[in-house]
């Protein structure tokens, strides 16, 4: 099965708004678009799973991003609000779904909670910046047998900004 990790993208600066109703700023926006076409070179053959960070930035990432890949399902969770690895992991094998070929679940959030659950499923020593996103991969097919370590990088996607 596979596993996208995605970190929200540039949020605007506020002084006058609570962190979770930030709205992504104008690089943000344009990252997402970035982003998005990547992901449609990629991930087009996949139906998505998503769960997504409740917070303003980390919904409207998740919207712009996969707004044109077909999606199963797509729900946003305030328990994924700067969550850690480990809660994220429980989040994920607790959804227990046993995937397709032609399915992926993916996880939209925030750092560094999604950093280091990158780092405790594939070893790989990675900080996210906003915007970007991996691909893991596991060698089974259900959710809840994901564990550390037992992923496999296969992809970094990185906005390309003019």
Known sequence: MKLILLRHAKAEQSLTKNDFDRNL????K???VSIAKQFEQHLSKF???VFCSSAN???QTCDRTL???ALTSKTYHKSLYLTGWNELLQFITAYD???QDDQCLVLVGHNFGISDLLFQLTNEDITLKTGEAVIIDFPFD????????TGTLLKKFSPLLD
């Open 67 to 69: 707004t044109n890949l």
């Open 47 to 49: 139906r998505l799973h």
């Open 57 to 59: 930035r980390t919904r």
């Open 30 to 32: 344009k990252q997402c």
């Open 25 to 28: 700023s104008n690089k943000g």
């Open 97 to 99: 779904h046993t995937f």
């Open 142 to 149: 259900n959710s809840k047998l994901i564990s550390r370590e």
